[in-house]
C-alpha cells in the first residue's frame, strides 16, 4: 500500500541561507555531538568498534506512523526511512544518487567510502519519498537538496554535514521525545538498524555485509556485535521450548 506525501521545495527550507555560511569549524562540533553520542568506544581483539543504538521494526513501525507537524520533522522523518529501505545508505551518497543510477525498480550506485556497488529495490515507501522530494526535471540528481549540478568534492562534504546536522540529526531528536522512544538517535542510526533486522531475522553475515557494501566482515560485525537481551531471551526459549 502506497504512502501519499507532498513533494516540498528547497525555497521552503528555513534559514537555509545562514546555514550556508556557517564554517566548518562551527558545525563539525555539533555534528560531532549528534552524530556520535549514542556511540560507546569499545575493543575487540585490537579492533576499535562504535556500538550505535538502532530502532527496532517495533519503533520503526511508529515512525511511520509519526505526523509531522512542520515540513523540517518531515524531512528528517523521511530521510532516515529512506536509508532504512535503501539498505543504510550514507547520507552523501543519498544526495548524490542520480536519475542515471534508476533502473525500473532498482537503484544501482557505487558507496563512496568504499568504492563497493550496492543496488537496491524501492519500494513504495521509499518512492513516495523519492517522489516527495525529487529535483526539477532539468537536474540529473534525484533528491532536491542539492544547489547546483556540478558539485565538488569539497561543497558535497560541506552540505552534506550542514544537512544532516540541521535538518536531519537535531529534528530526529525532538521525534524520538515525541514518540516517547528514549534512544539516542542519529541518520547513521537507520543503516544499524537495517543491518539489526537482518540479523534478528536470521539473514548471513555476508549477505548482510553483501547488503551493506562493506568489503569485510569485521566491519560488518561491529554493526552486529550484540543482542538485545529481550532477543536472547526469545532464542533460547525457541530452542530449549
Given amino acids: 500500500m502506497g504512502v501519499c506525501v507532498r513533494k516540498i521545495s528547497k525555497s521552503k527550507w528555513p534559514d537555509e541561507e545562514v546555514l550556508d555560511k556557517q564554517t566548518d569549524e562551527a558545525i563539525l562540533p555539533l555534528l560531532k555531538a549528534d552524530a556520535l553520542t549514542s556511540c560507546l568506544r569499545t575493543s575487540q581483539d585490537e579492533l576499535s568498534l ?7 521494526e517495533e519503533e520503526i513501525e511508529k515512525l511511520k506512523k509519526y505526523e ?4 523540517k520533522l518531515s524531512f528528517a522523518k523521511h530521510m532516515f526511512l529512506f536509508s532504512y529501505y535503501a539498505r543504510g545508505i550514507n547520507f552523501l551518497d543519498l544526495i548524490k544518487l542520480e536519475k542515471k543510477f534508476l ?10 567510502k568504499t568504492g563497493v556497488p550496492v543496488s537496491f529495490k524501492i519500494n513504495d515507501y521509499a518512492r513516495n519519498i523519492m517522489e516527495k522530494y525529487k529535483s526539477e526535471d532539468s537536474s540529473k540528481f534525484i533528491f532536491n537538496i542539492l544547489n547546483t549540478e556540478k558539485p565538488t568534492q569539497i561543497y558535497l562534504k560541506n552540505r ?17 521525545k515525541e514518540l516517547q522512544i528514549k534512544k539516542n538517535i542519529s541518520y547513521y542510526c537507520a543503516r544499524h538498524s537495517f543491518a539489526t533486522v ?6 548471513s553475515i555476508e549477505t548482510i555485509r553483501e547488503a551493506l557494501g562493506q568489503k569485510d566482515i569485521k566491519s ?22
Fill in 50 to 56: 562504535w556500538t550505535v543504538e538502532n530502532t527496532n
Fill in 68 to 71: 509531522p507537524k512542520d515540513e
Fill in 103 to 112: 533502473n525500473i525498480e532498482r537503484i544501482d550506485y557505487i558507496r563512496s
Fill in 160 to 176: 552534506s554535514k550542514k544537512v544532516l546536522t540541521y535538518y536531519v540529526n537535531m529534528q530526529l531528536k525532538e521525534i524520538m
Fill in 198 to 203: 537482518l540479523k534478528f531475522n536470521n539473514i
Fill in 220 to 241: 560488518t560485525m561491529s554493526y552486529l556485535n550484540s543482542l538485545p537481551d529481550n532477543k536472547l531471551d526469545k532464542i533460547i526459549d525457541e530452542v530449549l521450548k
